[in-house]
């Protein structure tokens, strides 16, 4: 009665009168509890609380001591709460700044923290403590104390380190320089209502090579799961008008890429820390204005700027995003880009830029199949020839050629379909290439599967750069002649005056040639698998034309010389190489199938 009419003082007197009547009792305890916890005294009702659970615990009644089971042990919420704290830090960076403090906690200390905290001691002894525990809760609290704010910006000169700051107050540092910035962000942060906040500056040992390298893996991580990050513009003046975040030097260093790609809240602010164009809304990802200035600017879809999906599919696309951006370690052009295709690489400083890019290549390659990172123009690298010496060899766009209509396709099919030869042809040929391996990629050496065409003549013509760049005709056994315009000087020869080194154009050979479904795309169902062409033909027959009409097309080539070894090396271009087959008769003649082996 007294309870339900929240007279605590009386409720709780009563239950000391219960308790001295039978000290034995676990009632007058339950009652004492219920009180003091009404009263918001949590420490006292926690301890009160576990005395009950003792008198439950060695009561003789059995049926007293059945009374236990419908409570939790502080033991049990004790575990649930380092479980949901351990899950919330498992994506968390490894040093945090406290914005309320302004000093820098290792995860060690921001655990202790929250134990000494008022948030903590609320939520333990305000938890309903009868069984089955409630975990949401828990995991709510949790998650909301521990939750952080990532801090993007260019860097600058004598930004401050892990040194400058370790077992300082950043707030009473001298507010100079860059120390602003550092000193703002926290502030921003903790006016949010975030006990934490990240600077890449001074949150990581740069001297521990092991702290750096789980870093530089994790960082995509620790971004995508910030409850915000502040993306602070310095050369951004107050009340810009729109186009000013395009043309921020923020928006050409290479780390921003996967800053602005994998949170899912971020905040523009401007060198004065207003918000960009004047924009308080909670996420500027939720504002068309913003994100389309950063589509046209950075050539990123909208959809991939405000829902991005680390991996390696369409990593040809990935890297154009990065061909025009810098950074101040060359190897960081690499090791920038390993949230966004989701690997996990060693990171070694002094190993220089080709070789930094090209395991990261290498490993997308090697895991995915995907050769789209084959296609660029411009210098070899010397990590292995088929890879671009520098990321901006991909700023041009995808290199795309003219494919034959859905019509145009279903026509053809239906000329060869009445050719008992082409359709025999066909099906040895989709058999051949249908059991041919993927790309391998290890140790700097490609293993690429290709249909050769073997070179027949090469010609150097008019036209290039002197003795910089050289134009050659070029004539390949079951192709229609091209030209090549490439840095690297190339043997001539004809029929009648042979070389004895071998040259190839390839086709490097794609699965998606087969028209196959691909069952790591989209999840699909019955409904949507393409109905067959026309009703009464094998289905397989007509994927086995459609994939002769395919080869009749043209494709992108690389151009390939023999080594000593046997091996080859791609001799790069300054164009794309666009080669086609003679005529539809050669594709049926399509012999030289086989899997290459690229230095």
């Known amino acids: 009665m007294k309870l339900g009419q929240k007279l605590y003082a009386e409720a709780l007197s009563d239950a000391e009168k219960v308790i001295e009547l039978n000290p034995s009792s676990y009632l007058g305890y339950e009652l004492k509890h219920t009180a003091l916890r009404g009263a918001q005294r949590y ?19 059995p049926q007293t001591r059945q009374i236990r089971q419908k409570y939790v042990s502080p033991s049990e919420v004790g575990d649930t709460v380092r479980r949901a704290i351990h899950a919330q830090l498992e994506n968390a960076p490894l040093r945090l700044i406290n914005t309320s403090t302004g000093r820098l906690f290792a995860r060690d200390a921001q655990i202790n923290a929250f134990t000494e905290s008022t948030e903590y001691n609320e939520l333990f002894h305000s938890l309903d403590m009868h069984a089955p525990l409630q975990r949401e809760p828990i995991k709510e609290a949790v998650a ?37 910035k550092l000193q703002k962000s926290c502030e921003v942060a903790r006016d949010a209502g975030y006990h934490w906040a990240w600077s890449d500056t001074c949150c990581i040992d740069q001297n521990n090579n092991v702290e750096l390298q789980q870093s530089v893996n994790s960082m995509f991580v620790w971004y995508h799961h910030s409850a915000l990050t502040i993306i602070y513009l310095s050369d951004v003046p107050p009340s810009s008008k729109s186009g000013a975040l395009a043309s921020s030097i923020w928006n050409t260093r290479g780390w921003t890429v996967q800053e602005f790609l994998a949170p899912k809240v971020v905040i523009f602010y401007q060198a004065d820390w207003t918000p960009y164009l004047d924009d308080r809304s909670r996420n500027h990802k939720q504002s068309v204005i913003i994100m389309r200035e950063l589509e046209r600017s950075t050539g990123i879809n909208a959809r991939a700027l405000v829902d991005f999906h680390p991996g390696t599919r369409d990593a040809r696309e990935k890297l154009r995003w990065a061909s025009n951006r810098d950074t101040t370690r060359e190897e960081d052009i690499a090791y920038s880009l390993f949230g966004i295709f989701d690997v996990n690489l060693p990171v070694i400083y002094g190993e220089k830029r080709q070789k930094a890019l090209g395991r990261l290549l290498q490993e997308i390659i090697a895991h995915s199949g995907d050769i789209t990172a084959l296609d660029w123009v411009g210098q070899s690298s010397n990590f292995n020839s088929c890879l671009p010496a520098e990321i901006s060899s991909y700023k041009a766009l995808p290199y795309t050629l003219p494919s034959v209509s859905e019509h145009g396709m279903q026509v053809l099919v239906s000329r060869l379909r009445n050719n008992i030869v082409a359709v025999e042809s066909a099906s040895k040929l989709y058999t051949l290439l249908e059991n041919l391996s993927v790309p391998r990629f290890a140790h700097g050496r490609l293993q690429l599967p290709c249909i050769a065409f073997p070179l027949t003549e090469v010609r150097q013509s008019a036209g290039g750069d002197g003795d910089k760049c050289f134009t050659y005709e070029v004539k390949a056994d079951g192709l229609q002649d091209l030209q090549v315009i490439t840095e690297d000087r190339l043997v001539q020869f004809s029929p009648v005056r042979r070389t004895r080194q071998t040259f190839l154009l390839v086709r490097p050979w794609n699965r998606y040639d087969l028209g196959l479904i691909n069952f790591a795309d989209e999840p699909q169902s019955v409904e949507d698998w393409p109905e067959p062409e026309c009703p009464g033909h094998n289905e397989q027959t007509t994927r086995e034309l459609r994939l002769i009409v395919r080869l009749g097309q043209p494709f992108g080539a690389l151009l390939l010389a023999q080594q000593w070894g046997g091996e080859y090396k791609r001799i790069a271009s300054d164009n794309n190489i666009n080669a086609q087959v003679s005529d539809m008769t050669c594709v049926d003649n399509i012999k030289d199938i086989r899997m290459l082996e690229i230095l």
Do not use: C
């Open 43 to 61: 420490d006292d009702a926690f301890e009160v609380f576990t005395i009950m659970l003792s008198k439950l615990d060695d009561a003789p009644d």
């Open 144 to 180: 909301k104390y521990f939750s952080w704010v990532m801090l993007s910006h260019r860097w600058e000169r004598s930004e401050p380190l892990l040194h400058d700051i370790q077992d300082k107050n950043v707030y009473t540092l001298r507010p100079v320089g860059t120390m602003v």
